[in-house]
Structure formats: C-alpha cells, structure tokens
C-alpha cells in the first residue's frame, strides 16, 4: 500500500510540537505525545518504502496506470538499509536499499537522480533510476477533436482537465479514427509517448482494456 507525502509533513510536524511539550516540562504534553505515538504508530505501515513483494508486482504489471505520474528525486544518503531522498517536499522520501536491489538497481550513490511514481493522491508506487527505460502508461480522457486526413496527432482532454497532442502511429490511426469525440477512452502511450493503441465505451470495458494492457505486459516482462 502507497504512503502519503501529505500525510507524512503532517505527521511530523505534529511531532515537533509533540516534542515542545516534553521540553517545556508539561506532563499534559507528555501524554498528548505518547496517545499520538500510538495512534501512529498503528497507522503508519512497517516500512516507508514500498514493500518488496509490491514493488515486484509494480515492476511485473510494466504499465503506468491513469493519475499515476513520475516524479524526480536526489539521493541525499544511504545508511542502514534506507535510502534518504529529496523529492522537493519539506521531508524527505525514505526508500528501501534491499527493495531497490530486488529491483536491480545494483549500484546507488549520493546525487542520483531517482524516478519515484506517484498516484494523483501522492501515493508511493514505484521507483527506479532515471536512466531507466521507462514504463508504457495508460491515459484516460476523450478526445476534442477527430483524427481525419493526414492529421497524425490525437488531441485529448484528460481527466484532470488538460489538452495533449499525442502523435498516433501508423497502426493505430484507424482504430482512434472510429472513437467519437468526447465519449471516455484510454489511450496507450509507448515510452515515447506515441499512441499504440486505443479503445472507448463505459467504464467496464475501459477497465477490461487496463486489465488486458497490464497483462500483455506482465508477459513481455517474464519472457
């Protein structure tokens, strides 16, 4: 299960105030304090990092889902098994050296730049080095406009409201010319952000699709 960043500057600023107390001698602050540590402690799960059976799920599955985007971050140090990382919020990420070597990231430094996936409620995903490849992604949206002629670029409105040309390939022109404008789709984008692939209808068969996507590619990753 993801974390949230949000969450997180949350907790520890409660925390600091937490520690006021105790350094201003109020026994009422102490047991403001302990109560709070109990709660979060029940709260918060085992590990800041994704777990390892997660992210080789993450890894296996090979396709960003829709509101799930990439992020960078900076190594700042690793020490006992943790990885600290600077991703721009007020605390820093702290991820797991035994997880990122499950992933294959054999070697990790101070300084290196990190893709950190994220869910539109900044939710951990995924995270792997920048020189990495990259993911297929899923896009969900309609489109504004429809794709006649020699016009080689789609042009969606995104669920967070947004417009994005996407150049289509040539394999797929067909199959975005026969979607309606403006009846939801997903779209599939390559690592180059070129459209392969497309299909529209009601929200069962556009999960059907996700569903197909992720398992195409689970079986590229395994093979």
Known sequence: QGFSLTALVRMNVRRRK????????KPFGLFVLMAFLVCALRSI????????????????RGLLLPGEQIILGTVQHIKSDVIQVNIGYPEPLFLSLRAAAKKG????????????????????????????????????????????????WAVIQTERGTNEAYEVDEKTRHTVMNIPVGVP?????????ILIDATFGNEGTLLHTLAQWSEERHQIVHN
Do not use: C
């Open 18 to 25: 937490g520690i006021n107390m105790i350094q201003n001698k």
């Open 45 to 60: 799960p085992p590990s800041l990092a994704l777990s390892e059976s997660g992210q080789q799920a993450q890894i296996a």
């Open 105 to 152: 990231i054999t070697s990790i430094q101070q300084g290196d730049t990190l893709k950190i996936v994220v869910s539109d409620q900044d939710q951990l995903i995924d995270f792997f080095k920048a020189d990495y490849p990259g993911w297929d992604r899923a896009l969900k949206g309609h489109l504004i406009q429809p794709l006649m002629g020699d016009r080689q």
């Open 185 to 193: 789709a997903v779209f599939l984008l390559n690592k180059e952000n």
